[in-house]
């Protein structure tokens, strides 16, 4: 194929994916942080975190759809314009044609092995934060006023009528038990403010009183101050609160091979894995099936100098149908049977069979084509 063409189909369908590939994470994203997120979210400054930890995983899932119908719709168009009858004419093979779409595949193929090994897993966990610190209240511009909030395991409970700033409350109450000493406290303030640091937050009360009860039920102590600081465990300036536990999605690839764990020790956390690995080294590769078999379906279906229509929408409903089978069985089905990974890779290598099987089949007609005229011409007239 001449260079210029090569260059000019490639860019076509590099950027007609790039764009697919945005309108399918567009909305799957938005609904996603939605859906997890509430209107405070935004205001506490948890809306970039929850985006970087879902846009990468999803990019790497939808990726290998978007190549696949952005070939589709690229090959439907030259077969409708007469196109692919002119690059037959420039006696290029059916595989030759294949060349630009199978470039833009491998590079969308090493894209999504780059996103699922490397870049998703390093940033899916900031999702998993911003729903702890959501769940556990730990972001205090995420607090509403009359309402109380317990932390510490419920050895604390704060309480404040309305914000003044973006950071000061007014009317704040205080409630908390410490087993050390064993004596609760109550604690009440006309003025509070939350102040961040690396560690976390400190909360400075202002113009209140503290009134300590003793466990054993001796004198009620109560002192009265201008200003006093409080150490609380929430959100601070050094990221997101930590969580107790870590997924088998954020393990980079080598870590997560290397953390394979053993079906008889813990079959859940088994099935997680094999579940991720089915995600993490099939979808990647879809990008390059789903362009080889758009091709091949379009350029059979479809007749070379037009006609495309049935090929278009044959395959733009089967890209998207093989795509959702093997996302699903690999998300849902291994996860219930680790074995049915099998299954998955069975699916894709499927898929590469009968691409090739159509391309090639297409390939012997036009060498067939080809070769009619030259032994035309070199049989002798008839006398």
Not at 312 to 334: F, K, M, N
Request: net charge neutral; proline share 6%; glycine share 6%.
């Amino acid at each position: 194929m001449p260079r210029l063409l090569f260059f000019y189909l490639s860019k076509r369908i590099a950027i007609a994916a790039l764009v697919i590939a945005a309108g399918l994470c567009f909305p799957v994203v938005m609904t996603a942080l939605f859906h997890q997120l509430p209107p405070a979210a935004i205001r506490g400054g948890l809306l970039m975190p929850a985006l970087l930890g879902t846009l990468p995983t999803v990019l790497y899932i939808a990726l290998p759809m978007a190549v696949g119908v952005a070939v589709a719709l690229e090959f439907s168009r030259m077969s409708a314009d007469g196109m692919i009858a002119v690059l037959y004419s420039l006696r290029l093979s059916a595989w030759a044609i294949t060349l630009p779409s199978a470039f833009v595949a491998l590079v969308a193929v090493g894209a999504g092995y780059w996103l699922s090994s490397i870049f998703a897993p390093a940033h899916v966990g900031e999702m998993h934060d911003v729903i702890y610190v959501i769940r556990n209240s730990l972001n205090h511009r995420m607090l509403e006023p009359a309402q109380f909030y317990t932390f510490d395991n419920g050895t604390r409970t704060i309480y404040f009528r309305r914000w003044r700033s973006a950071d000061v409350v007014s009317g704040m109450f205080i409630h908390q038990f410490s087993a050390e000493k064993s004596e609760e406290q109550i604690i009440t303030a006309a003025e509070a403010e939350f102040r961040r640091n690396a560690n976390g937050v400190v909360l400075i009360l202002s113009n209140g009183s503290i009134e300590t009860l003793p466990a054993d039920g001796s004198t009620i102590r109560t002192a009265h101050f201008d200003e006093y600081a409080m150490p609380i465990n929430m959100q601070g300036t050094g990221g997101l609160p930590q969580r107790s536990w870590r997924g088998v999605f954020e393990m980079p690839l080598l870590e997560f091979f290397r953390e394979r764990p053993l079906p008889t020790v813990d079959p859940h956390r088994f099935a997680e894995w094999m579940s991720e690995a089915a995600k993490r080294c099939g979808i990647p590769f879809l990008a390059l099936t789903h362009a080889l078999l758009a091709i091949g379906l379009v350029l059979n279906l479809a007749s070379a100098s037009g006609r495309a229509a049935a090929a278009t929408t044959v395959t733009l409903l089967a890209i998207p149908l093989i795509h959702v089978a093997i996302l699903v069985s690999a998300e849902t089905l291994v996860r219930q049977d680790p074995r049915l990974i099998f299954v998955v890779g069975l699916a894709i290598v499927a898929e590469l069979a009968a691409a090739i099987f159509l391309i090639e089949r297409q390939n012997a007609n036009f060498a067939l084509a080809k070769d009619m005229p030259a032994k035309n011409m070199a049989a002798p007239p008839l006398r």
